[in-house]
DNA sequence: CCGACGTCCTGCTAGC
DNA sequence: TGCTAGCAGGACGTCG
């Protein structure tokens, strides 16, 4: 890493002009996930650079002389004349410098919830039971499982047969580990879709995902439900537009 | 401690 | 046709 140049927003969590000589010099030795921050690992022993997508967010390698398109906020200049560069034109995302600490790699970690492919099934029983919450704000949740978004907990609750207005403590044990099961594969079936790609997510970029092609709730109020055709109601919930079949999620 | 809610931001769209 | 209000999302701060 030869440098960091910034864009002219600003973002919503600055980057600190203190970062600059913190990785300068750095190469990136690996890329990890944890929920839905991106970890690049740097030659300097347990220092990383941190990114969140937020929803619009990019994170993609250009050379030197590619045109700069509007809403690119930082560039970090990589050898060989290439450039890693942020771009997020909503600034929902982030990008910082953190460094291991209390086993955390980065602060926001310590909140964390298991991934979703290791959770167990005491873990999520025991975290239903105490929440006097609707299930939609339980998935929403990063500290009780790291990583689902709106539209993953809606297509989750969908593939479960849960209302979403439920209140996460009257789950049965069937229940919850029908729920467990659906995270998991909405969730499998999304990555091998390369994700979602919709409206303003989308940017003329080439590499839009297919998993908006199998929505079965999100986004399609007042369509019929492929199980049992009845109109599928959008509602508010946690703070979120929330898709479910009345007649399939009781 | 827990849960609900407002805030940040841009671009698309519905409606006048 | 041109304008504006409303909506979309994830994390975090604040409030009761």
Not at 64 to 78: M, R, V
Request: glycine share 8%.
């Amino acid at each position: 890493m030869q440098g960091v140049r910034l864009g002219q927003h600003r973002l919503r969590v600055p980057w600190q002009n203190r970062w600059n000589k913190q990785v300068l010099g750095n190469s990136i030795t690996d890329i990890q996930r944890r929920g839905k921050w991106i970890l690049l690992e740097l030659s300097r022993p347990e220092h990383r650079l941190i990114v969140h997508l937020g929803m619009t967010g990019r994170l993609m390698v250009h050379s030197n002389d590619q045109p700069k398109t509007p809403h690119t906020h930082l560039i970090f200049q990589l050898d060989g004349g290439e450039q890693l560069r942020y771009h997020d034109p909503r600034r929902f995302g982030s990008v910082t410098l953190a460094q291991t600490q209390n086993m955390c790699r980065f602060p926001q970690e310590a909140n964390l919830g298991p991934e979703p492919f290791d959770m167990s099934f005491p873990h999520l029983q025991q975290q239903l039971a105490k929440a006097k919450r609707s299930l939609k704000a339980i998935l929403l949740d990063q500290s009780i499982v790291a990583g689902v978004g709106n539209i993953y907990a809606d297509e989750s609750l969908y593939l479960s047969k849960l209302n979403p207005n439920r209140l996460a403590s009257t789950l049965n044990p069937r229940e919850i580990r029908a729920l467990r099961k659906a995270i998991v594969q909405v969730l499998r079936r999304a990555i091998e879709s390369k994700g979602s790609t919709i409206a303003d997510f989308y940017f003329g970029n080439d590499e839009s995902g297919g998993f908006q092609n199998e929505f079965r709730v999100y986004g399609r109020a007042g369509e019929p439900c492929r199980r049992c055709k009845t109109p599928i109601r959008s509602i508010r919930l946690a703070g979120r537009s929330t898709h479910f079949c009345q007649q399939c999620q009781r």
